[in-house]
């Protein structure tokens, strides 16, 4: 079993900052990209960012410039650091992996998801 584990998120007022973290554990084999989604309510799921197990990053338009994302891959952990966060950034933030994992003699690849975790971000 693979499991990802969400923190960091909460309430905070426009222009100021959070870190959400997400812990992989489990027979993960390799973890491959990274990333963080997010959804507000009514709308759809968005992705915010992703990293490669290289560290190759690409992001949403609406975050270039104030989010950054990184990975401690001898942690298994992904990081998203948001900084003059905005109203419109308020969402349920979800952590993503694509991870290879072991289950007996034989190892697969699939994708996982965090439980999310809420950023309120007042006016």
């Known amino acids: 079993q693979v499991q990802l584990v969400e923190s960091g998120g909460g309430l905070v007022q426009a222009g100021g900052s959070l870190r959400l973290s997400c812990a992989a554990s489990?027979?993960?084999?390799?973890?491959?990209?990274m990333g963080w989604y997010r959804q507000a309510p009514g709308k759809q799921r968005e992705l915010v960012t992703r990293?490669?197990?290289?560290?190759?990053?690409n992001y949403a338009d609406s975050v270039k410039g104030r989010f950054a994302v990184s990975r401690d891959n001898a942690k298994n952990t992904v990081y998203l650091q948001m900084n003059s966060l905005k109203p419109e950034d308020t969402a349920v933030y979800y952590c993503n992996a694509d991870i290879t994992y072991r289950s007996g003699a034989n190892v697969f690849k699939r994708d996982y998801w965090g439980q999310g975790t809420q950023v309120t971000v007042s006016s």
């Open positions: 489990g027979s993960i084999f390799h973890i491959n990209a």
């Open positions: 990293i490669s197990s290289g560290g190759n990053t």
